[in-house]
């Protein structure tokens, strides 16, 4: 069983920029595919970007260029680097976690952070 635990949303301004972490715990860290994904109010929840274990990342196009994905495997911890904020960036942040294969899309992750809140303002 692997838990996460977001942390870092909050309220920012247009332009602006939030880092995002995700710790994980119960599974070897360097194991697991690491992603990111939001949804906003009356949508579906949408894939932003994903750390493979073999070190190798993935952005969805609408973040490609402001949006960063890192982890530190010592520290057990993802991180979401989100500059240049939008009012469309709005949404709840969630991390995912899967042993060995990650992908694009909900189904390919096994564990599900609680989700942080992250409200751009125009």
């Known amino acids: 069983q692997v838990q996460l635990v977001e942390s870092g949303g909050g309220l920012v301004q247009a332009g602006g920029s939030l880092r995002l972490s995700c710790a994980a715990s119960g599974r070897t860290f360097s194991d697991l595919a690491m992603g990111w994904f939001r949804q906003a109010p009356g949508k579906e929840r949408d894939f932003l970007a994903i750390s493979r274990s073999g070190g190798s990342t993935y952005y969805a196009d609408s973040v490609k260029g402001r949006f960063t994905i890192s982890r530190d495997n010592a520290k057990n911890t993802v991180y979401l680097q989100m500059n240049s904020l939008k009012p469309e960036d709005t949404a709840v942040y969630y991390c995912?976690?899967?042993?060995?294969?990650?992908?694009?899309?909900?189904?390919?992750?096994?564990?599900w952070g609680q989700g942080t809140q992250v409200t751009v303002s125009s």
């Open positions: 995912a976690a899967n042993i060995g294969y990650g992908g694009t899309l909900n189904v390919h992750y096994r564990y």
